[in-house]
């Protein structure tokens, strides 16, 4: 399994970013996606969920109404659109895989595979 996340970069603060995520090496539309983020010096949390039985959505409760996620099962592909970009969204975003047909929630625990991380940076 390969998760290829794209699309970070520098942003003043209130902009918008959509990253991206190619998966390949597996059957992507059974397998649940997350983005979770890690600032420097902080712990890697989860940002948001989508599931791979009915495209049922989890997000952070303080990011829910700054963030979506979606899927794209044909281009094997997760999104996550992200608004009103603020200084402390500064973080490497990571993607990652559940198991197959796997349960997908807020925990790293539910993610087999990670990617390599997309650089977000927010300027004031």
């Known amino acids: 399994v390969q998760l290829q996340a794209s699309g970070g970069g520098l942003v003043q603060a209130g902009g918008s970013l959509r990253l991206s995520c190619a998966a390949s090496?597996?059957?992507?539309?059974?397998?649940?996606m997350g983005w979770f983020r890690q600032a420097p010096g902080k712990e890697r949390e989860f940002v948001a969920a989508i599931s791979w039985k009915n495209g049922n959505t989890w997000y952070a409760e303080s990011l829910k109404d700054r963030v979506t996620i979606s899927r794209d099962n044909d281009k094997k592909t997760v999104y996550l659109q992200m608004n009103s970009l603020k200084p402390e969204d500064t973080a490497d975003y990571y993607c990652?895989?559940?198991?197959?047909?796997?349960?997908?929630?807020?925990?790293?625990?539910?993610?087999?595979?990670w990617g390599q991380g997309t650089l977000v940076t927010v300027s004031s």
């Open positions: 090496g597996l059957a992507f539309s059974w397998y649940g």
């Open positions: 990652a895989a559940s198991t197959f047909q796997g349960t997908t929630g807020s925990s790293p625990s539910h993610y087999a595979s």
